[in-house]
């Protein structure tokens, strides 16, 4: 398995535009995590989906985001419209949940820039 | 609701040295608690779980429920150790918080 697949790596786009970040979770993985890196707050957790469910979305910070799970395999986090301060790194994890927590496995991140 | 503090963003230290990273938490649950690492050009990955109370690259972290902390320590410093580390708390519900993160750097 080539572990949690996020796609762009990179992105940069202009004030305003629409941003669609992608996350490819580990085959069999049941819980899918979202996370915002930045300097002064490090990992902020944005929304946890469990069995494709959005468990926990109280740290998406606005309206202009929003995050989808249409199936195992597959989880979106959109911005609309985007705005300088979303700059930042966004970190996809997932995790097989069965009883006992165990390990979470992240993505390599997309660094978006908001220009 | 769950917190997890780290209070230094920073932290240097010269090879040889002992490292101490602080992570205090409050949660009302039984907490589960973790430490994360993030090696340069490396993805986020785990390093210890307080469950396991294991030794890992020489790095210990113990649980101290009257002190709400998971403070992880090595007594001596190497200069492979330079990255950033996060401390994580899960709750009941799975859900996987961290903290604010410590950059160490190990001075040769």
């Known amino acids: 398995d080539a572990g949690v697949i996020q796609s762009p790596r990179h992105e940069v786009t202009e004030m305003g535009q629409e941003v669609t970040l992608r996350c490819k979770p580990i085959?069999?993985?049941?819980?899918l995590f979202w996370y915002r890196q930045t300097m002064m707050r490090g990992l902020e957790l944005l929304i946890y989906?469990?069995?494709?469910?959005?468990?926990?979305d109280s740290g998406m910070p606005e309206d202009r985001f929003s995050a989808k799970m249409p199936n195992a395999s597959f989880s979106t986090l959109k911005i609309q419209p985007s705005e300088p301060r979303d700059s930042a790194v966004y970190f996809c994890?997932?995790?097989?949940?069965?009883?006992?927590?165990?390990?979470?496995?992240f993505g390599q991140g997309t660094r978006l820039t908001v220009v | 609701a769950q917190r997890v503090t780290q209070p230094e963003k920073l932290l240097s230290v010269f090879k040889g040295a002992p490292v101490e990273l602080k992570c205090n938490y409050s949660?009302?649950?039984?907490?589960?608690l973790f430490w994360y690492v993030q090696y340069s050009r490396q993805r986020l990955q785990l390093l210890l779980r307080?469950?396991s109370r294991e030794s890992i690259k020489g790095f210990t972290a113990d649980l101290n429920k009257g002190e709400t902390s998971f403070h992880l320590k090595k007594p001596f410093a190497q200069e492979e150790d330079s990255a950033m580390y996060y401390c994580?708390?899960?709750?009941?519900?799975?859900?996987?918080?961290f903290g604010t993160g410590t950059r160490l750097t190990v001075i040769p």
């Open positions: 994890a997932s995790s097989l949940v069965a009883g006992r927590y165990t390990e979470a496995f």
């Open positions: 085959s069999g993985h049941n819980s």
């Open positions: 989906f469990n069995n494709n469910v959005p468990i926990d």
């Open positions: 949660y009302s649950g039984s907490p589960e």
């Open positions: 307080h469950i």
């Open positions: 994580a708390l899960v709750t009941g519900a799975n859900n996987l918080f």
